[in-house]
Protein backbone atom coordinates (compact mmCIF):
# COMPACT_ATOMS: atom_id res chain seq x y z
CA UNK A 1 0.00 0.00 0.00
CA UNK A 2 1.33 3.46 -0.96
CA UNK A 3 2.13 5.32 2.19
CA UNK A 4 0.13 8.87 2.58
CA UNK A 5 3.91 10.29 3.52
CA UNK A 6 5.72 8.75 0.44
CA UNK A 7 7.47 11.79 -0.89
CA UNK A 8 11.04 12.57 -0.01
CA UNK A 9 11.04 8.32 -0.19
CA UNK A 10 8.95 5.95 -2.45
CA UNK A 11 6.58 5.44 0.79
CA UNK A 12 7.69 1.52 -0.37
CA UNK A 13 8.90 -0.19 3.14
CA UNK A 14 9.61 -3.50 3.68
CA UNK A 15 6.88 -5.94 5.48
CA UNK A 16 9.14 -6.37 8.74
CA UNK A 17 9.32 -2.62 9.19
CA UNK A 18 5.79 -1.97 8.61
CA UNK A 19 5.12 -4.36 11.17
CA UNK A 20 7.43 -2.97 13.56
CA UNK A 21 6.69 0.74 12.78
CA UNK A 22 2.79 0.62 12.64
CA UNK A 23 0.67 1.16 15.69
CA UNK A 24 -2.70 0.64 14.13
CA UNK A 25 -3.14 -2.66 16.48
CA UNK A 26 -3.25 -0.31 19.48
CA UNK A 27 -4.06 2.85 18.74
CA UNK A 28 -7.47 1.99 16.90
CA UNK A 29 -9.04 2.63 19.85
CA UNK A 30 -8.78 6.22 20.15
CA UNK A 31 -10.88 6.12 16.40
CA UNK A 32 -13.59 8.13 17.73
CA UNK A 33 -11.42 10.76 19.66
CA UNK A 34 -9.11 11.18 16.06
CA UNK A 35 -12.57 11.83 14.09
CA UNK A 36 -13.83 14.00 16.41
CA UNK A 37 -10.88 15.82 16.22
CA UNK A 38 -10.90 15.79 12.68
CA UNK A 39 -14.46 17.63 12.40
CA UNK A 40 -13.39 20.41 14.80
CA UNK A 41 -10.14 20.69 12.19
CA UNK A 42 -11.71 21.52 9.03
CA UNK A 43 -14.48 23.67 11.03
CA UNK A 44 -11.38 26.12 12.20
CA UNK A 45 -9.92 25.64 8.41
CA UNK A 46 -13.52 26.59 7.06
CA UNK A 47 -13.59 29.71 9.64
CA UNK A 48 -10.31 31.27 8.69
CA UNK A 49 -11.14 30.95 4.92
CA UNK A 50 -8.25 28.14 4.43
CA UNK A 51 -11.38 25.87 2.72
CA UNK A 52 -14.33 26.59 1.67
CA UNK A 53 -17.49 26.12 3.57
CA UNK A 54 -18.96 23.13 1.52
CA UNK A 55 -15.67 21.53 1.22
CA UNK A 56 -16.00 21.37 5.28
CA UNK A 57 -19.30 20.71 5.29
CA UNK A 58 -18.31 17.70 3.10
CA UNK A 59 -15.47 16.53 5.68
CA UNK A 60 -17.31 17.21 8.49
CA UNK A 61 -20.21 14.47 6.62
CA UNK A 62 -17.75 12.19 5.29
CA UNK A 63 -16.23 11.72 9.07
CA UNK A 64 -19.51 11.01 10.89
CA UNK A 65 -20.47 8.98 7.78
CA UNK A 66 -16.93 7.01 9.63
CA UNK A 67 -17.62 6.96 12.64
CA UNK A 68 -20.94 5.54 11.85
CA UNK A 69 -20.17 2.99 10.46
CA UNK A 70 -17.37 1.88 12.55
CA UNK A 71 -19.59 1.74 15.55
CA UNK A 72 -22.52 0.30 13.41
CA UNK A 73 -19.77 -2.38 12.58
CA UNK A 74 -20.30 -2.11 9.05
CA UNK A 75 -16.87 -0.35 8.73
CA UNK A 76 -13.67 -2.57 10.13
CA UNK A 77 -10.59 -0.62 10.80
CA UNK A 78 -7.74 -1.75 7.93
CA UNK A 79 -4.83 -3.29 10.10
CA UNK A 80 -2.41 -2.76 6.72
CA UNK A 81 -2.78 1.27 7.50
CA UNK A 82 0.45 2.56 9.62
CA UNK A 83 -1.83 4.00 12.11
CA UNK A 84 -5.52 4.82 12.69
CA UNK A 85 -5.12 8.89 12.08
CA UNK A 86 -3.86 7.24 8.22
CA UNK A 87 -6.61 4.88 8.15
CA UNK A 88 -9.16 7.58 8.97
CA UNK A 89 -7.37 9.39 6.38
CA UNK A 90 -7.17 7.24 3.61
CA UNK A 91 -11.08 5.77 4.00
CA UNK A 92 -12.15 9.73 3.78
CA UNK A 93 -9.70 10.25 0.75
CA UNK A 94 -11.56 6.82 -1.00
CA UNK A 95 -15.17 8.14 -0.26
CA UNK A 96 -14.70 12.00 -0.74
CA UNK A 97 -11.59 11.94 -3.59
CA UNK A 98 -9.25 15.03 -3.11
CA UNK A 99 -11.43 16.91 -0.72
CA UNK A 100 -10.71 14.41 1.72
CA UNK A 101 -7.18 15.57 0.68
CA UNK A 102 -7.36 18.78 2.45
CA UNK A 103 -8.33 17.36 5.61
CA UNK A 104 -4.34 17.50 6.70
CA UNK A 105 -3.84 20.82 5.78
CA UNK A 106 -2.66 23.59 8.46
CA UNK A 107 -1.69 19.88 10.94
CA UNK A 108 1.18 17.01 11.02
CA UNK A 109 0.22 13.66 12.74
CA UNK A 110 2.37 15.20 15.16
CA UNK A 111 0.42 17.17 17.02
CA UNK A 112 -2.68 14.91 16.12
CA UNK A 113 -1.74 12.30 17.74
CA UNK A 114 -0.46 14.61 20.86
CA UNK A 115 -4.58 15.40 20.41
CA UNK A 116 -5.87 12.41 20.20
CA UNK A 117 -4.08 11.39 23.31
CA UNK A 118 -5.31 13.89 25.37
CA UNK A 119 -8.90 13.59 24.49
CA UNK A 120 -9.07 9.92 24.82
CA UNK A 121 -7.39 9.73 28.52
CA UNK A 122 -9.69 12.67 29.37
CA UNK A 123 -12.58 10.36 28.68
CA UNK A 124 -10.19 7.47 30.55
CA UNK A 125 -10.24 10.20 33.44
CA UNK A 126 -13.28 10.66 33.98
CA UNK A 127 -14.32 7.29 33.65
CA UNK A 128 -11.98 6.14 35.99
CA UNK A 129 -13.02 8.79 38.31
CA UNK A 130 -16.46 7.55 38.66
CA UNK A 131 -15.54 4.19 38.80
CA UNK A 132 -13.84 5.17 41.45
CA UNK A 133 -16.26 6.82 43.13
CA UNK A 134 -18.73 4.05 43.07
CA UNK A 135 -15.74 2.10 45.40
CA UNK A 136 -15.75 4.69 47.78
CA UNK A 137 -19.50 4.80 48.39
CA UNK A 138 -19.42 0.21 48.53
CA UNK A 139 -16.78 0.87 51.47
CA UNK A 140 -19.04 3.69 52.57
CA UNK A 141 -21.92 1.69 52.37
CA UNK A 142 -19.73 -1.18 54.36
CA UNK A 143 -18.74 1.15 57.53
CA UNK A 144 -21.61 2.63 57.84
CA UNK A 145 -22.83 -1.03 58.71
CA UNK A 146 -20.29 -2.06 60.90
CA UNK A 147 -20.04 1.22 62.49
CA UNK A 148 -20.10 -0.08 65.57
CA UNK A 149 -18.20 -3.58 65.44
CA UNK A 150 -15.03 -3.85 67.15
CA UNK A 151 -11.98 -5.10 65.87
CA UNK A 152 -8.42 -5.05 67.15
CA UNK A 153 -6.39 -2.08 65.16
CA UNK A 154 -2.88 -3.06 64.46
CA UNK A 155 0.50 -1.68 64.16
CA UNK A 156 3.50 -3.80 63.05
CA UNK A 157 0.74 -6.40 62.46
CA UNK A 158 0.41 -6.85 66.34
CA UNK A 159 -3.06 -5.73 67.71
CA UNK A 160 -2.87 -2.64 69.28
CA UNK A 161 -6.05 -0.96 70.16
CA UNK A 162 -9.64 -1.15 69.50
CA UNK A 163 -11.43 0.21 67.28
CA UNK A 164 -14.47 -0.13 64.98
CA UNK A 165 -14.35 -2.16 61.57
CA UNK A 166 -16.13 1.06 59.91
CA UNK A 167 -12.95 2.94 60.90
CA UNK A 168 -10.83 0.81 59.57
CA UNK A 169 -12.73 0.59 56.40
CA UNK A 170 -13.31 4.57 56.27
CA UNK A 171 -9.21 4.44 56.01
CA UNK A 172 -9.26 3.51 52.40
CA UNK A 173 -12.39 5.84 51.66
CA UNK A 174 -10.00 8.61 52.09
CA UNK A 175 -7.38 7.30 51.01
CA UNK A 176 -9.67 6.82 47.31
CA UNK A 177 -10.59 10.30 47.84
CA UNK A 178 -7.22 11.38 47.19
CA UNK A 179 -6.95 9.91 44.31
CA UNK A 180 -9.89 11.02 42.64
CA UNK A 181 -8.30 15.00 43.82
CA UNK A 182 -5.58 13.85 41.83
CA UNK A 183 -7.39 12.62 38.90
CA UNK A 184 -9.46 15.91 38.92
CA UNK A 185 -5.91 17.70 39.22
CA UNK A 186 -4.23 15.44 36.12
CA UNK A 187 -7.06 16.21 34.54
CA UNK A 188 -6.64 20.16 34.57
CA UNK A 189 -3.23 19.60 32.82
CA UNK A 190 -3.95 17.06 30.63
CA UNK A 191 -6.87 19.36 28.90
CA UNK A 192 -4.90 21.73 26.94
CA UNK A 193 -5.37 21.41 22.79
CA UNK A 194 -2.01 21.08 21.10
CA UNK A 195 -3.36 21.06 17.79
CA UNK A 196 -2.22 23.78 15.53
CA UNK A 197 1.66 23.05 17.11
CA UNK A 198 2.10 20.99 13.58
CA UNK A 199 5.02 19.16 13.15
CA UNK A 200 6.85 21.38 15.84
CA UNK A 201 7.23 24.92 14.34
CA UNK A 202 3.35 26.31 13.72
CA UNK A 203 2.25 27.04 10.16
CA UNK A 204 2.13 29.96 7.92
CA UNK A 205 -1.85 29.51 7.52
CA UNK A 206 -4.00 31.69 9.24
CA UNK A 207 -4.99 29.04 11.88
CA UNK A 208 -7.06 29.86 14.69
CA UNK A 209 -6.29 27.34 17.56
CA UNK A 210 -8.35 28.77 19.98
CA UNK A 211 -11.65 28.04 18.14
CA UNK A 212 -10.32 24.80 17.63
CA UNK A 213 -9.49 24.10 21.36
CA UNK A 214 -12.73 25.25 22.38
CA UNK A 215 -14.90 23.09 20.00
CA UNK A 216 -13.29 20.38 21.49
CA UNK A 217 -14.08 21.42 24.98
CA UNK A 218 -10.30 22.63 25.91
CA UNK A 219 -9.35 24.89 28.80
CA UNK A 220 -6.35 26.45 26.87
CA UNK A 221 -4.03 25.74 24.33
CA UNK A 222 0.03 24.70 24.76
CA UNK A 223 1.69 28.35 24.72
CA UNK A 224 5.14 26.57 22.73
CA UNK A 225 4.49 24.38 19.63
CA UNK A 226 7.81 22.53 20.44
CA UNK A 227 6.31 21.22 23.62
CA UNK A 228 2.95 20.70 21.88
CA UNK A 229 4.23 17.97 20.49
CA UNK A 230 6.67 16.57 23.02
CA UNK A 231 4.96 16.80 25.68
CA UNK A 232 3.78 13.44 27.65
CA UNK A 233 3.93 14.76 31.10
CA UNK A 234 0.32 14.40 30.90
CA UNK A 235 0.51 10.45 30.28
CA UNK A 236 3.13 10.11 32.65
CA UNK A 237 1.32 11.91 35.51
CA UNK A 238 -1.65 9.46 34.65
CA UNK A 239 0.21 7.13 35.16
CA UNK A 240 1.47 8.33 39.09
CA UNK A 241 -1.66 8.51 39.72
CA UNK A 242 -2.84 5.32 38.46
CA UNK A 243 0.22 3.56 40.26
CA UNK A 244 -0.94 5.32 43.58
CA UNK A 245 -4.22 4.29 43.33
CA UNK A 246 -3.24 0.86 42.72
CA UNK A 247 -1.55 0.51 45.94
CA UNK A 248 -4.57 1.85 48.15
CA UNK A 249 -6.57 -1.19 46.41
CA UNK A 250 -3.32 -3.55 46.32
CA UNK A 251 -2.79 -2.60 50.50
CA UNK A 252 -6.85 -2.86 50.48
CA UNK A 253 -6.61 -6.50 49.04
CA UNK A 254 -4.23 -7.47 51.54
CA UNK A 255 -6.06 -6.60 54.62
CA UNK A 256 -9.01 -8.74 53.00
CA UNK A 257 -6.80 -11.89 52.15
CA UNK A 258 -5.83 -11.72 55.87
CA UNK A 259 -9.21 -11.34 56.94
CA UNK A 260 -10.56 -14.00 55.09
CA UNK A 261 -8.11 -16.51 56.03
CA UNK A 262 -8.80 -19.05 59.21
CA UNK A 263 -6.35 -17.56 61.09
CA UNK A 264 -8.21 -14.41 61.18
CA UNK A 265 -12.08 -15.00 60.11
CA UNK A 266 -12.73 -11.34 60.30
CA UNK A 267 -14.92 -11.30 56.84
CA UNK A 268 -16.44 -13.87 54.45
CA UNK A 269 -16.40 -12.65 50.63
CA UNK A 270 -19.53 -14.01 48.42
CA UNK A 271 -18.43 -17.06 46.88
CA UNK A 272 -18.79 -15.03 43.42
CA UNK A 273 -15.43 -13.61 44.33
CA UNK A 274 -13.42 -16.50 45.21
CA UNK A 275 -12.43 -19.77 43.63
CA UNK A 276 -11.87 -23.28 44.79
CA UNK A 277 -8.62 -25.44 44.42
CA UNK A 278 -8.49 -28.19 42.15
CA UNK A 279 -7.61 -30.65 44.64
CA UNK A 280 -8.27 -29.16 48.07
CA UNK A 281 -12.18 -29.14 48.11
CA UNK A 282 -12.06 -27.66 51.84
CA UNK A 283 -10.52 -24.41 49.91
CA UNK A 284 -12.11 -20.95 49.37
CA UNK A 285 -9.57 -18.24 47.50
CA UNK A 286 -9.57 -14.49 47.69
CA UNK A 287 -8.81 -14.48 44.06
CA UNK A 288 -9.89 -11.25 42.97
CA UNK A 289 -7.99 -9.47 45.63
CA UNK A 290 -5.05 -11.00 45.10
CA UNK A 291 -5.20 -10.29 41.25
CA UNK A 292 -6.03 -6.42 41.92
CA UNK A 293 -2.49 -6.70 44.61
CA UNK A 294 -0.56 -8.52 41.87
CA UNK A 295 -1.57 -6.26 38.87
CA UNK A 296 -0.33 -3.28 41.18
CA UNK A 297 2.98 -4.43 39.84
CA UNK A 298 1.58 -4.13 36.35
CA UNK A 299 0.78 -0.43 36.74
CA UNK A 300 3.75 0.25 38.32
CA UNK A 301 5.91 -0.98 35.47
CA UNK A 302 3.82 0.93 32.72
CA UNK A 303 4.75 3.87 34.54
CA UNK A 304 8.49 3.34 34.95
CA UNK A 305 8.49 1.94 30.98
CA UNK A 306 7.15 5.35 29.81
CA UNK A 307 9.59 7.37 32.50
CA UNK A 308 12.27 5.63 30.71
CA UNK A 309 11.47 5.73 27.03
CA UNK A 310 11.01 9.81 27.53
CA UNK A 311 14.45 10.40 29.56
CA UNK A 312 16.69 10.45 26.92
CA UNK A 313 14.15 11.81 24.00
CA UNK A 314 15.25 15.13 22.33
CA UNK A 315 12.93 17.76 21.13
CA UNK A 316 10.48 17.71 19.61
CA UNK A 317 8.65 14.97 18.17
CA UNK A 318 10.18 11.09 18.37
CA UNK A 319 9.38 7.27 17.03
CA UNK A 320 9.84 6.48 20.98
CA UNK A 321 6.68 8.52 22.04
CA UNK A 322 4.82 6.04 19.68
CA UNK A 323 5.61 3.85 23.30
CA UNK A 324 3.69 6.29 24.95
CA UNK A 325 0.38 4.40 24.54
CA UNK A 326 0.32 0.41 24.79
CA UNK A 327 1.59 1.25 28.42
CA UNK A 328 -1.17 3.88 29.53
CA UNK A 329 -3.74 2.12 27.43
CA UNK A 330 -3.13 -1.30 29.86
CA UNK A 331 -2.38 0.90 33.33
CA UNK A 332 -6.51 2.17 32.55
CA UNK A 333 -7.71 -0.95 31.23
CA UNK A 334 -6.26 -2.65 34.44
CA UNK A 335 -7.03 0.23 36.90
CA UNK A 336 -10.93 -0.02 35.75
CA UNK A 337 -11.56 -3.65 36.14
CA UNK A 338 -9.58 -3.30 39.07
CA UNK A 339 -11.94 -1.03 40.19
CA UNK A 340 -15.02 -2.72 38.90
CA UNK A 341 -14.01 -5.42 41.14
CA UNK A 342 -13.43 -4.20 44.21
CA UNK A 343 -16.88 -2.34 44.40
CA UNK A 344 -19.26 -5.94 43.71
CA UNK A 345 -16.30 -7.43 46.18
CA UNK A 346 -16.66 -4.68 48.98
CA UNK A 347 -20.70 -4.50 48.58
CA UNK A 348 -21.33 -8.17 49.03
CA UNK A 349 -18.14 -8.48 51.73
CA UNK A 350 -20.10 -10.12 55.26
CA UNK A 351 -17.97 -9.14 58.29
CA UNK A 352 -17.70 -11.79 61.26
CA UNK A 353 -17.75 -9.29 63.70
CA UNK A 354 -18.26 -12.07 66.73
CA UNK A 355 -14.43 -13.30 65.44
CA UNK A 356 -14.14 -9.68 65.60
CA UNK A 357 -14.45 -8.79 68.67
CA UNK A 358 -12.91 -12.10 70.53
CA UNK A 359 -9.41 -11.07 68.61
CA UNK A 360 -9.63 -7.41 70.56
CA UNK A 361 -10.26 -9.39 73.89
CA UNK A 362 -7.51 -11.48 73.39
CA UNK A 363 -5.21 -8.94 72.36
CA UNK A 364 -5.29 -7.34 75.36
CA UNK A 365 -5.94 -4.02 73.50
CA UNK A 366 -7.76 -2.43 75.65
CA UNK A 367 -4.31 -2.45 78.04
CA UNK A 368 -3.67 1.54 77.49
CA UNK A 369 -6.92 2.19 78.76
CA UNK A 370 -6.17 0.11 81.71
CA UNK A 371 -3.03 2.70 82.41
CA UNK A 372 -5.14 5.37 81.50
CA UNK A 373 -7.38 4.62 84.35
CA UNK A 374 -5.04 4.68 86.98
CA UNK A 375 -3.50 8.09 85.66
CA UNK A 376 -6.93 8.67 86.46
CA UNK A 377 -6.70 8.20 89.94
CA UNK A 378 -3.55 10.03 90.14
CA UNK A 379 -0.56 7.42 89.32
CA UNK A 380 1.83 8.89 86.96
CA UNK A 381 1.58 7.18 83.50
CA UNK A 382 4.93 5.81 83.67
CA UNK A 383 3.78 3.88 86.32
CA UNK A 384 0.25 3.12 85.35
CA UNK A 385 2.17 1.87 82.13
CA UNK A 386 3.81 -0.46 84.00
CA UNK A 387 1.00 -1.79 86.34
CA UNK A 388 -0.66 -2.42 83.32
CA UNK A 389 1.43 -4.71 81.96
CA UNK A 390 2.36 -6.60 84.48
CA UNK A 391 -1.44 -7.14 84.57
CA UNK A 392 -1.65 -8.26 80.64
CA UNK A 393 1.00 -10.39 81.50
CA UNK A 394 -0.40 -11.76 84.17
CA UNK A 395 -3.31 -12.74 82.45
CA UNK A 396 -1.36 -14.50 79.62
CA UNK A 397 0.24 -17.00 82.32
CA UNK A 398 -3.83 -17.72 83.61
CA UNK A 399 -5.13 -17.60 80.49
CA UNK A 400 -7.52 -15.03 81.27
CA UNK A 401 -8.28 -11.47 79.34
CA UNK A 402 -8.16 -8.12 81.74
CA UNK A 403 -12.65 -8.25 81.26
CA UNK A 404 -11.91 -11.83 83.54
CA UNK A 405 -9.45 -10.81 86.53
CA UNK A 406 -11.22 -10.60 89.75
CA UNK A 407 -10.73 -7.27 91.61
CA UNK A 408 -9.10 -9.18 94.58
CA UNK A 409 -6.37 -9.81 91.45
CA UNK A 410 -6.27 -6.42 90.25
CA UNK A 411 -6.09 -5.27 93.65
CA UNK A 412 -2.75 -7.50 93.63
CA UNK A 413 -1.04 -4.81 91.00
CA UNK A 414 -2.52 -1.92 93.17
CA UNK A 415 -4.95 -0.68 96.03
CA UNK A 416 -6.29 2.03 93.12
CA UNK A 417 -8.07 -0.66 91.48
CA UNK A 418 -12.10 -0.57 92.07
CA UNK A 419 -15.18 -1.76 90.44
CA UNK A 420 -15.27 0.90 87.82
CA UNK A 421 -12.29 -0.86 86.47
CA UNK A 422 -14.43 -3.20 84.84
CA UNK A 423 -16.44 -0.04 82.58
CA UNK A 424 -13.36 1.65 81.67
CA UNK A 425 -11.86 -1.60 80.16
CA UNK A 426 -14.97 -2.44 78.29
CA UNK A 427 -13.96 -2.60 74.91
CA UNK A 428 -17.19 -0.73 73.35
CA UNK A 429 -16.35 2.15 76.27
CA UNK A 430 -12.80 2.00 75.07
CA UNK A 431 -13.61 2.90 71.44
CA UNK A 432 -16.36 4.95 72.29
CA UNK A 433 -14.31 7.25 74.39
CA UNK A 434 -12.42 7.86 71.60
CA UNK A 435 -13.69 11.27 70.53
CA UNK A 436 -11.10 13.21 69.52
CA UNK A 437 -11.38 14.59 65.75
CA UNK A 438 -11.18 11.62 63.10
CA UNK A 439 -10.77 8.98 65.58
CA UNK A 440 -12.72 5.83 66.36
CA UNK A 441 -16.03 6.47 68.24
CA UNK A 442 -18.98 5.34 66.32
CA UNK A 443 -20.07 9.62 66.57
CA UNK A 444 -16.74 10.41 64.99
CA UNK A 445 -16.95 7.42 62.13
CA UNK A 446 -20.58 8.64 61.29
CA UNK A 447 -18.81 12.06 60.74
CA UNK A 448 -16.70 10.08 58.61
CA UNK A 449 -19.33 8.67 56.31
CA UNK A 450 -20.95 12.17 56.11
CA UNK A 451 -17.89 13.59 55.16
CA UNK A 452 -17.34 11.41 52.56
CA UNK A 453 -21.15 11.12 51.45
CA UNK A 454 -20.91 15.26 50.98
CA UNK A 455 -17.76 15.01 48.89
CA UNK A 456 -19.31 12.31 46.42
CA UNK A 457 -22.44 13.86 46.14
Not at 115 to 132: C, N, W
Request: net charge negative; proline share 2%; with cysteine.
Amino acid sequence: MAKLWAGRTDGITSKLADDFNSSIHFDCRMYKQDITGSMAHAAMLSQQGIISEDDADTLINGLQAILFDLEAGTLSVDMDCEDIHMFIEQELTDRLGDVGKKLHTARSRNDQVALDMRLYLRDETDEISALTKAVVKAVTDKAEEYAEAIMPGYTHLQRAQPISFGHQLMAYAFMLLRDIDRLADCRKRLNISPIGCCALAGTTYNTDRYFEAKELGFDGICQNSIDGVSDRDFCVELLSDLSMMMMHLSRFSEEIILWCSWEFKFVELSDSFTTGSSIMPQKKNPDMAELVRGKTGRVYGDLMGLLTVLKGIPLAYNKDMQEDKEGVFDACDTVKMCLKIMAEMVSSMKANTENMYKAAQKGFINATDLADYLVGKGLPFRSAYKISGQTVSACISSGKVLETLTLDEYKAFSPLFDNDVYEAIDLKKCVEKRTSEGGTSFGSVRKQISTVRSKLS
